[in-house]
């Protein structure tokens, strides 16, 4: 059972790398936490930025730890040994947490097991149609649900379960939190997602290249982190279907070779067939008129699909895929009025 009483400290940790900008909205949001039972320690883990990141973290009152040349996950790891709170509350840099975001988290916390919460992200406010698209793909729960998985861009955890699980996997390049939620599930803990954490990421993909660079780079540990126990159902479409995909990939580019018509004809309708799901699920994000909407639909399922097969084999430096979105993200901002996060329902 997780301890029913309030924290004495919580840790709010933010990792950072050469994202001033977002960063100074992110920690904004974060002092403007309200109806908190306990004080927070703010902790801006520096991994090792070349912009004003340093300093926009120290304007704001954070304690700055400068790191450099990790992985997020031993980044998260390395703030998390230097915190001293009950509670730790890892919050990415391209993140606009709601104001009563903690205080909910902290409550949802008090619950009979459950070991961390968090809630699918929202798209930023006038985003792009690929970002909506991308949106669209998210489940968000109605009250409080147990589930499988929780992003670790927004996430709160007992620090007792954290360090009893040894905290983030530094092996892994992505899916970390993956790898993390299943381990909580494996010692018998509850994963709660709550629909009153609302929080915006500014990070998601606003062009079919950041999208594709994105799945790319996060596809690199899926199937490595998929087979871990706990597996589950829900869990193998995102095992088989890029092996699928790239099999598909595979006879497609043979057609072509050879000049096997049949073989290439196939191999295009089988990676259509297979992103369908996925194109009818963000379809109603996408505000296009008929037909042009449905194109949009596939497009950007076929991207999605096939950057997470050719992940497989391929291999996206974290930095391409993050400079890419802070620029596409970054001129979003530029030209697009806030409107901050979405009230919870």
């Known amino acids: 059972m ?4 309030a924290p004495r400290l919580v840790s709010v940790i933010v990792p950072v790398r050469n994202d001033a900008r977002r960063l100074e909205r992110c920690l904004a949001s974060i002092r403007a936490s309200r109806n908190l039972p306990a004080p927070l320690e703010l902790i801006v883990a520096d ?3 070349t912009d004003d990141s340093a300093a926009v973290a120290a304007q704001a009152g954070a304690q700055v730890l400068p790191l450099g040349g990790y992985r997020v996950s031993e980044v998260r790891n390395r703030a998390a040994a230097a915190s001293q709170g009950d509670v730790l509350v890892f919050i990415d840099a391209d993140h606009e947490q709601h104001p009563d975001w903690i205080a909910y988290a902290l409550e949802t916390l008090r619950g009979d097991g459950v070991a961390a919460v968090g809630a699918p992200y929202y798209g ?9 698209a991308y949106d669209a793909m998210r489940q968000r729960p109605r009250g409080q649900q147990d589930v499988e998985w929780l992003g670790s861009g927004s996430l709160a955890i007992w620090r007792r379960v954290f360090d009893e699980l040894g905290g983030f996997d530094v092996t892994l390049e992505a899916c970390e939190d993956v790898d993390l939620c299943k381990r909580v599930r494996r010692h018998g803990h509850r ?16 062009s079919l290249r950041a999208l594709f660079l994105g799945e790319l780079w996060r596809g690199r540990d899926n199937l490595r982190v998929s087979l871990r126990p706990p597996v ?6 995102s095992v088989l279907l890029p092996v699928m995909v790239l099999t598909l990939l595979v006879a497609g580019v043979t057609g072509l070779l050879f000049w096997t018509r049949w073989g290439l004809f196939s191999a295009a309708l089988g990676i259509l067939g297979v992103a369908s799901a996925r194109a009818l699920r963000v379809l109603p994000g996408i505000e296009a008129r008929w037909p042009a909407a449905l194109l949009r639909a596939y497009v950007f399922a076929t991207t999605f699909e096939v950057a997470r097969a050719l992940a497989l084999v391929a291999r996206a430096p974290h930095r391409l895929r993050q400079l890419d979105t802070a620029h596409s993200a970054g001129r979003l901002y530029d030209q697009a009025p806030r409107d901050g996060p979405p009230a919870p329902r």
């Open 2 to 5: 997780m301890s029913s009483r």
């Open 47 to 49: 991994n090792g930025s």
């Open 124 to 132: 930023p406010p006038n985003g792009t149609w690929v970002q909506r």
């Open 191 to 206: 994963l709660v997602a709550d629909e009153r954490l609302v929080t915006v990421h500014a990070g998601d993909p606003a």
């Open 232 to 237: 589950t159902w829900a869990g193998l479409p």
